[in-house]
């Protein structure tokens, strides 16, 4: 499941498992972020995600590089929160986990 790709975002975004097994249950899914601005973070497990989205935004926030540039916008923030938004979402409607 890709979210976002460097085509068209400075988000590369996509969901899988921690450790690359198919996901049994949705606390097993892990959303993956990439981005040239983030010093270590690399994405949040579905359940950091449903339980503390803004946490997680802030997390990402402290984490950018500010000596990258372009810098990391507010409104490229609120775009990874929607694809954050989207991997929740289809999570929760998979009925088969």
Do not use: H
Request: charged share 30%; hydrophobic share 30%; net charge negative.
């Amino acid at each position: 499941m890709a979210y976002s790709r460097w085509t068209n975002s400075v988000w590369y975004t996509f969901g899988t498992s921690r450790n690359g097994d198919l996901p049994q249950k949705r606390s097993d899914w892990y959303f993956k972020i990439f981005c040239d601005s983030l010093e270590t973070i690399g994405g949040f497990s579905y359940d950091e995600l449903k339980n503390d989205i803004e946490k997680c935004i802030g997390a990402v926030k402290n984490d950018v590089n500010p000596n990258i540039k372009p810098p990391i916008t507010e409104k490229e923030i609120n775009e990874l929160k929607t694809y954050m938004l989207e991997f929740v979402e289809e999570i929760e409607k998979d009925e088969d986990i």
